[in-house]
């Protein structure tokens, strides 16, 4: 008979903010929220500030009294850190398991079929303990026999007052009680049709769905729904992917700090988003045959002159090379920058995109490509090691006149708001945590 498989999800707490306590240990037990790009609203809640009802979502210049007379802690998001940590978590999963699928940046799932059914659950406990130990991560670790019920069940290992973190639907004698507890919309797949069709149809938890009449399945929810209930069964229907597939296009985009109405500003933008799209190629190993740009004024202000506009460009051959990208970008720019507009948002995408296995230049073309990937590498090794922006094209580096100082450090005028941003301590040599004996 064949073995059933075993899959566990991993699930950081709260996981941004659980990010900022990493090296915070005065943030202990108190309350800590991250805040979206531009700090706009808030997009993470510690536990703790979960406690004092602050919702997601809430626009942080309406409440921003409210938080500081409740004691929160707020944040600036920072991706470059919690990136970083995302990765420290996935690396200690791989000496769990050989299959481990990143799922997003704070869930992966892991086979668990080579543990005996009866030291699942302190396998499960041993993962959550390691991290915690290691990296002081929090997670919440959920097993069962298909990736849905490992889903259901890291729910209840983050939720319930009995569990410690670590929960296994594998053989368990509540397993019907826990689906019967679990509402419908929060089943792995089901969106907002499907859970509006079955509560019509009087179906309303887990356990309503695994017992559903299997024809009435193929006929309403064709084959995805057929795929969930037999999940809920306990049969394997997704198993690990553990390779990382190629993006289809690549995007970089922001609202800007502040409006930007001179075309020199909004030049050095747009060769700093292209410039970040071309390090996001090179680290799939990929080429981009088009490269789109998009502009567009404050839509939300409607007493001020409204623009927007995009264009697509060809480029002459698949390329990675930076200096080439910005060029493109910048030309992109000069067809539909128009003056006397306030811009709000500008952005970067990079399509037709292929494996780098080799780059078929035009018939009279004369491009070294090997010096190019040379150089593209050291640029991205420089740029690793000694922080971001360390080596850079001229485009994106107007005079100082140009920067502000946010958080005690030289921004560019048209950059994000982070006055609220902590150090990049995992990642910047010059920003590594200082320790007084």
Not at 164 to 190: E, P
Request: proline share 3%; hydrophobic share 35%; with cysteine.
């Amino acid at each position: 008979m064949r073995k059933q498989p075993v899959y566990a999800l991993v699930d950081c707490n709260n996981f941004y903010t659980s990010c900022e306590k990493v090296m915070r240990p005065d943030l202990e037990n108190k309350p800590v929220v991250v805040l979206s790009n531009n700090d706009g609203c808030i997009i993470s809640r510690s536990q703790e500030a979960k406690d004092l009802d602050i919702n997601m979502t809430d626009p942080y210049f309406k409440i921003k009294h409210e938080l500081k007379a409740k004691g929160v802690q707020v944040f600036s998001s920072n991706y470059t850190l919690y990136g970083d940590l995302s990765q420290r978590v996935m690396s200690i999963l791989e000496q769990f398991s050989h299959k481990v699928q990143v799922y997003s940046i704070d869930e992966a799932f892991v086979d668990l079929s080579h543990v005996p059914v009866a030291d699942l659950p302190n396998y499960g406990q041993k993962i959550r303990d390691t991290i915690l130990q290691w990296i002081k991560i929090p997670v919440s670790v959920g097993i069962g026999h298909s990736k849905t019920l490992a889903k259901i069940a890291a729910d209840v290992a983050k939720k319930s007052k009995f569990s410690t973190g670590s929960f296994s639907l594998v053989n368990s004698q509540n397993s019907d009680k826990i689906l019967a507890q679990t509402h419908i919309h929060k089943i792995w797949g089901i969106g907002r049709g499907f859970t509006k069709q079955l509560t019509n149809n009087n179906i309303h938890t887990a356990l309503d769905l695994k017992n559903i009449n299997d024809k009435w399945v193929r006929k309403n929810m064709s084959v995805i729904g057929e795929r969930i209930v037999k999940e809920l069964r306990g049969e394997s229907c997704i198993s690990i992917d553990t390779t990382r597939s190629t993006k289809r296009s690549i995007m970089t985009s922001r609202s800007f700090g502040r409006f930007i109405k001179d075309y020199s500003e909004m030049e050095e933008a747009v060769s700093n988003y292209t410039t970040r799209c071309g390090e996001k190629l090179r680290g799939q190993n990929a080429l981009a045959s088009y490269l789109t740009l998009f502009i567009r004024t404050n839509s939300h202000n409607k007493s001020t002159l409204q623009y927007r506009n995009h264009i697509t460009i060809e480029l002459p051959y698949p390329t990675n090379y930076t200096p080439e990208l910005v060029n493109y970008g910048n030309l992109a720019l000069q067809k539909i920058f128009k003056d006397g507009y306030t811009y709000k948002k500008a952005g970067v995408i990079l399509t037709g995109i292929s494996p780098n296995t080799g780059t078929q230049l035009p018939l009279f073309g004369n491009v070294d490509v090997k010096k190019r990937q040379e150089l593209m590498v050291i640029f991205d090794k420089l740029n690793y090691k000694m922080g971001l922006n360390t080596v850079k094209c001229a485009k994106e580096a107007l005079p100082k006149e140009n920067e502000k100082t946010e958080n005690g450090q030289r921004k560019k005028i048209w950059e994000m708001k982070s006055g609220l941003k902590s150090p990049n301590y995992t990642t910047r040599f010059i920003e590594l945590v200082e320790v007084t004996l």
